[in-house]
């Protein structure tokens, strides 16, 4: 079945510092992937979504690439703020559902961004 | 535009009482999604409904939990005989079918329950 693996399961940065989290994936499908972002005491929700066609999603100043070769999928930002200290998730659409109801999630990346 | 609305955010249990969750998703969303989302995991889906259908429940532990919508809004989530291992945040969800479109997840705050 599908999966998704985030091996960094906490990330510490100062402000301005770069920011790079790591995914890899594993479908049988041709992946639409998604980075959803959790703040503390609220639910997921979308940053951004990467299909096939595009390879590539921005939004709020993050950007996210996905390597069909390497079946991973990264997200980035060049100059990270406290605000942006969260939980985020990499997450695999479920092709099969036709309208991608059905998500994946990874276990998280915790990004603490100290002042 | 209001956004998806659960209750209660908290709730503590004894092993074997019940506990219901509710949810009201955003209006006019068609389709509605049961998560749950143990400690330091990601969300993991239960349940889903297209209007008042169970579309897939294949990942609901269906002895003990069971999910309604009966009129395709609101929903209710309830658990029988909570045990420790159902410890963990339930997540609701809601968004509004596109074809064969994705269509963005919209989610909760979530209600998270602490079983004794």
């Given amino acids: ?115 | 535009e209001a956004g998806v609305t659960q209750s209660p955010r908290y709730a503590v249990l004894q092993e074997g009482q019940a506990v219901s969750f509710w949810c009201d998703p955003i209006s006019g969303h068609d389709t509605l999604y049961w998560y749950q989302q143990p400690r330091d995991q990601g969300p993991q889906l239960l349940v889903y409904f297209r209007d008042e259908a169970v579309i897939d429940n294949s990942q609901l532990p269906s002895d003990r939990f069971s999910a309604v919508r009966p009129k395709g809004t609101n929903s209710t989530l309830k658990i029988q005989s909570a045990k420790q291992g159902d410890t963990a945040t339930y997540l609701c969800a809601s968004s509004f079918r596109l074809g064969a479109n994705y269509a963005e997840q919209f989610f909760g705050p979530g209600t998270r329950l602490t079983v004794l």
Avoid at chain 1, 16 to 36: H, K, V
Avoid at chain 1, 61 to 70: C, L, N, Q, S, V
């Fill in chain 1, 1 to 115: 079945g599908d999966s998704v693996t985030q091996m960094q399961g906490q990330v510490t940065l100062s402000e301005d510092d770069f920011l790079f989290i790591n995914c890899t994936y594993s479908t049988t499908w041709y992946p639409t992937l998604f980075w959803y972002v959790q703040y503390p005491g609220e639910g997921p929700q979308l940053l951004l979504k990467v299909t096939t066609a595009n390879n590539k999603g921005i939004s709020r100043g993050f950007e996210a690439t996905y390597d069909k070769r390497t079946t991973s999928f990264h997200l980035q930002k060049a100059s990270v703020q406290e605000s942006d200290s969260a939980v985020y998730y990499c997450v695999l659409g479920d092709m099969l559902s036709g309208s991608f109801n059905k998500l994946t999630f990874g276990a998280g990346t915790r990004l603490a961004v100290c002042p």
